[in-house]
């Protein structure tokens, strides 16, 4: 009977396979298989995992066809597990709203800026069309209606209004789950006032109602991306221009207009090192 020969290919894939399931091989090598993009629209997103890769696969396309290396949409729902992926250096790239986790990124995990979605975002407060309010300086005093306490948007709005000399802490404040209910609470007199992010439905519902926003504040980088601390320049550069370059076709701007963006901008970065001390966390 003829002696089996080994197959050194075979050998060597099966080698290679052990190796990977142990995470036996160097971080370098097992990068090479894969990018990873998390993307996070926190727990009010109203999608799934199903939906954030469906979503979000034209970018993670693009992003591969650049980079030379396939880029695997990862959903994060809950905001614990999309910070601990980061302190954890689990995510190559990250895009997510609200603004702080990827500041978080930047600020604690040495993650890297790569670009900013546009507009940028503002906290908006709304009166009634026929309140008599007309100027910030009269909210003192006034009833409030906000998202949760710990939400972005109140946090956002705290410091603003911290901005135009009012402490939300000394004022009335009701605190709401949804944006939704704000304009339920301003037209039913239960608040004289209410803060909602610029990018909500509930302010563009607000306002095709025709009430009245007494005041946009300064405007923060809305849904950033941010890279992984292992990400050379040269990708970082790549992975930029690839989301710089995604208005300038009739595909990457449907892209943009179901994200309910106009494309993204490099000129952020600045503001979102400084976004979490301004928001006082």
């Given at each position: 009977m003829p002696r089996l020969r080994p197959r050194p290919l075979l050998t060597l894939l099966t080698l290679l396979a052990a190796l990977l399931a142990v995470g036996a091989l160097p971080a370098s090598a097992q990068a090479a298989a894969s990018l990873s993009l998390a993307v996070s629209e926190g727990t009010s997103g109203g999608i799934d995992a199903a939906t954030a890769r469906k979503k979000y696969a034209p970018m993670a396309e693009r992003l591969s066809a650049?980079?030379?290396?396939?880029?695997?949409?990862?959903?994060?729902?809950?905001?614990?597990?999309?910070?601990?992926?980061?302190?954890?250096?689990?995510?190559?790239?990250?895009?997510?709203?609200?603004?702080?986790?990827?500041?978080?990124?930047?600020?604690?995990?040495?993650?890297?800026?790569?670009?900013n979605a546009e507009p940028q975002g503002h906290c908006m407060l709304a009166v009634t069309?026929?309140?008599p309010i007309r100027a910030v300086a009269e909210l003192r005093g006034k009833t409030f209606v906000m998202p949760e306490e710990a939400a972005y948007m109140t946090r956002f709005c705290r410091a603003e209004l911290r901005e135009q000399g009012i402490d939300l802490a000394k004022e009335n404040v009701f605190y709401v789950r949804e944006q939704g209910a704000i304009p339920f609470g301003l037209e039913n007199g239960i608040a004289d006032v209410g803060g909602m992010a610029s990018y909500s439905g509930a302010?563009?519902?607000?306002?095709?109602?025709?009430?009245?926003?007494?005041?946009?504040?300064?405007?923060?980088?809305?849904?950033p991306v941010v890279a992984s601390p292992d990400l050379s320049a040269e990708q970082i550069t790549k992975a930029r221009a690839v989301l710089l370059g995604?208005?300038?076709?009739?595909?990457?701007?449907?892209?943009?207009?179901?994200?309910?963006?106009?494309?993204?901008?490099?000129?952020?970065?600045?503001?979102?090192?400084?976004?979490?001390?301004?928001l006082g966390v």
């Open positions: 650049a980079l030379g290396t396939p880029v695997e949409i990862v959903f994060v729902r809950e905001f614990a597990a999309l910070e601990q992926g980061m302190k954890d250096n689990r995510f190559d790239f990250v895009v997510a709203r609200p603004s702080d986790y990827p500041a978080r990124g930047l600020r604690d995990y040495r993650y890297q800026y790569v670009a069309a026929d309140s302010i563009v519902q607000w306002e095709k109602k025709a009430q009245r926003v007494l005041h946009k504040s300064a405007g923060q980088p809305y849904m995604l208005a300038d076709d009739a595909a990457g701007q449907a892209f943009l207009k179901q994200l309910k963006i106009t494309g993204f901008s490099a000129g952020g970065e600045e503001r979102l090192r400084k976004l979490l001390a301004w």
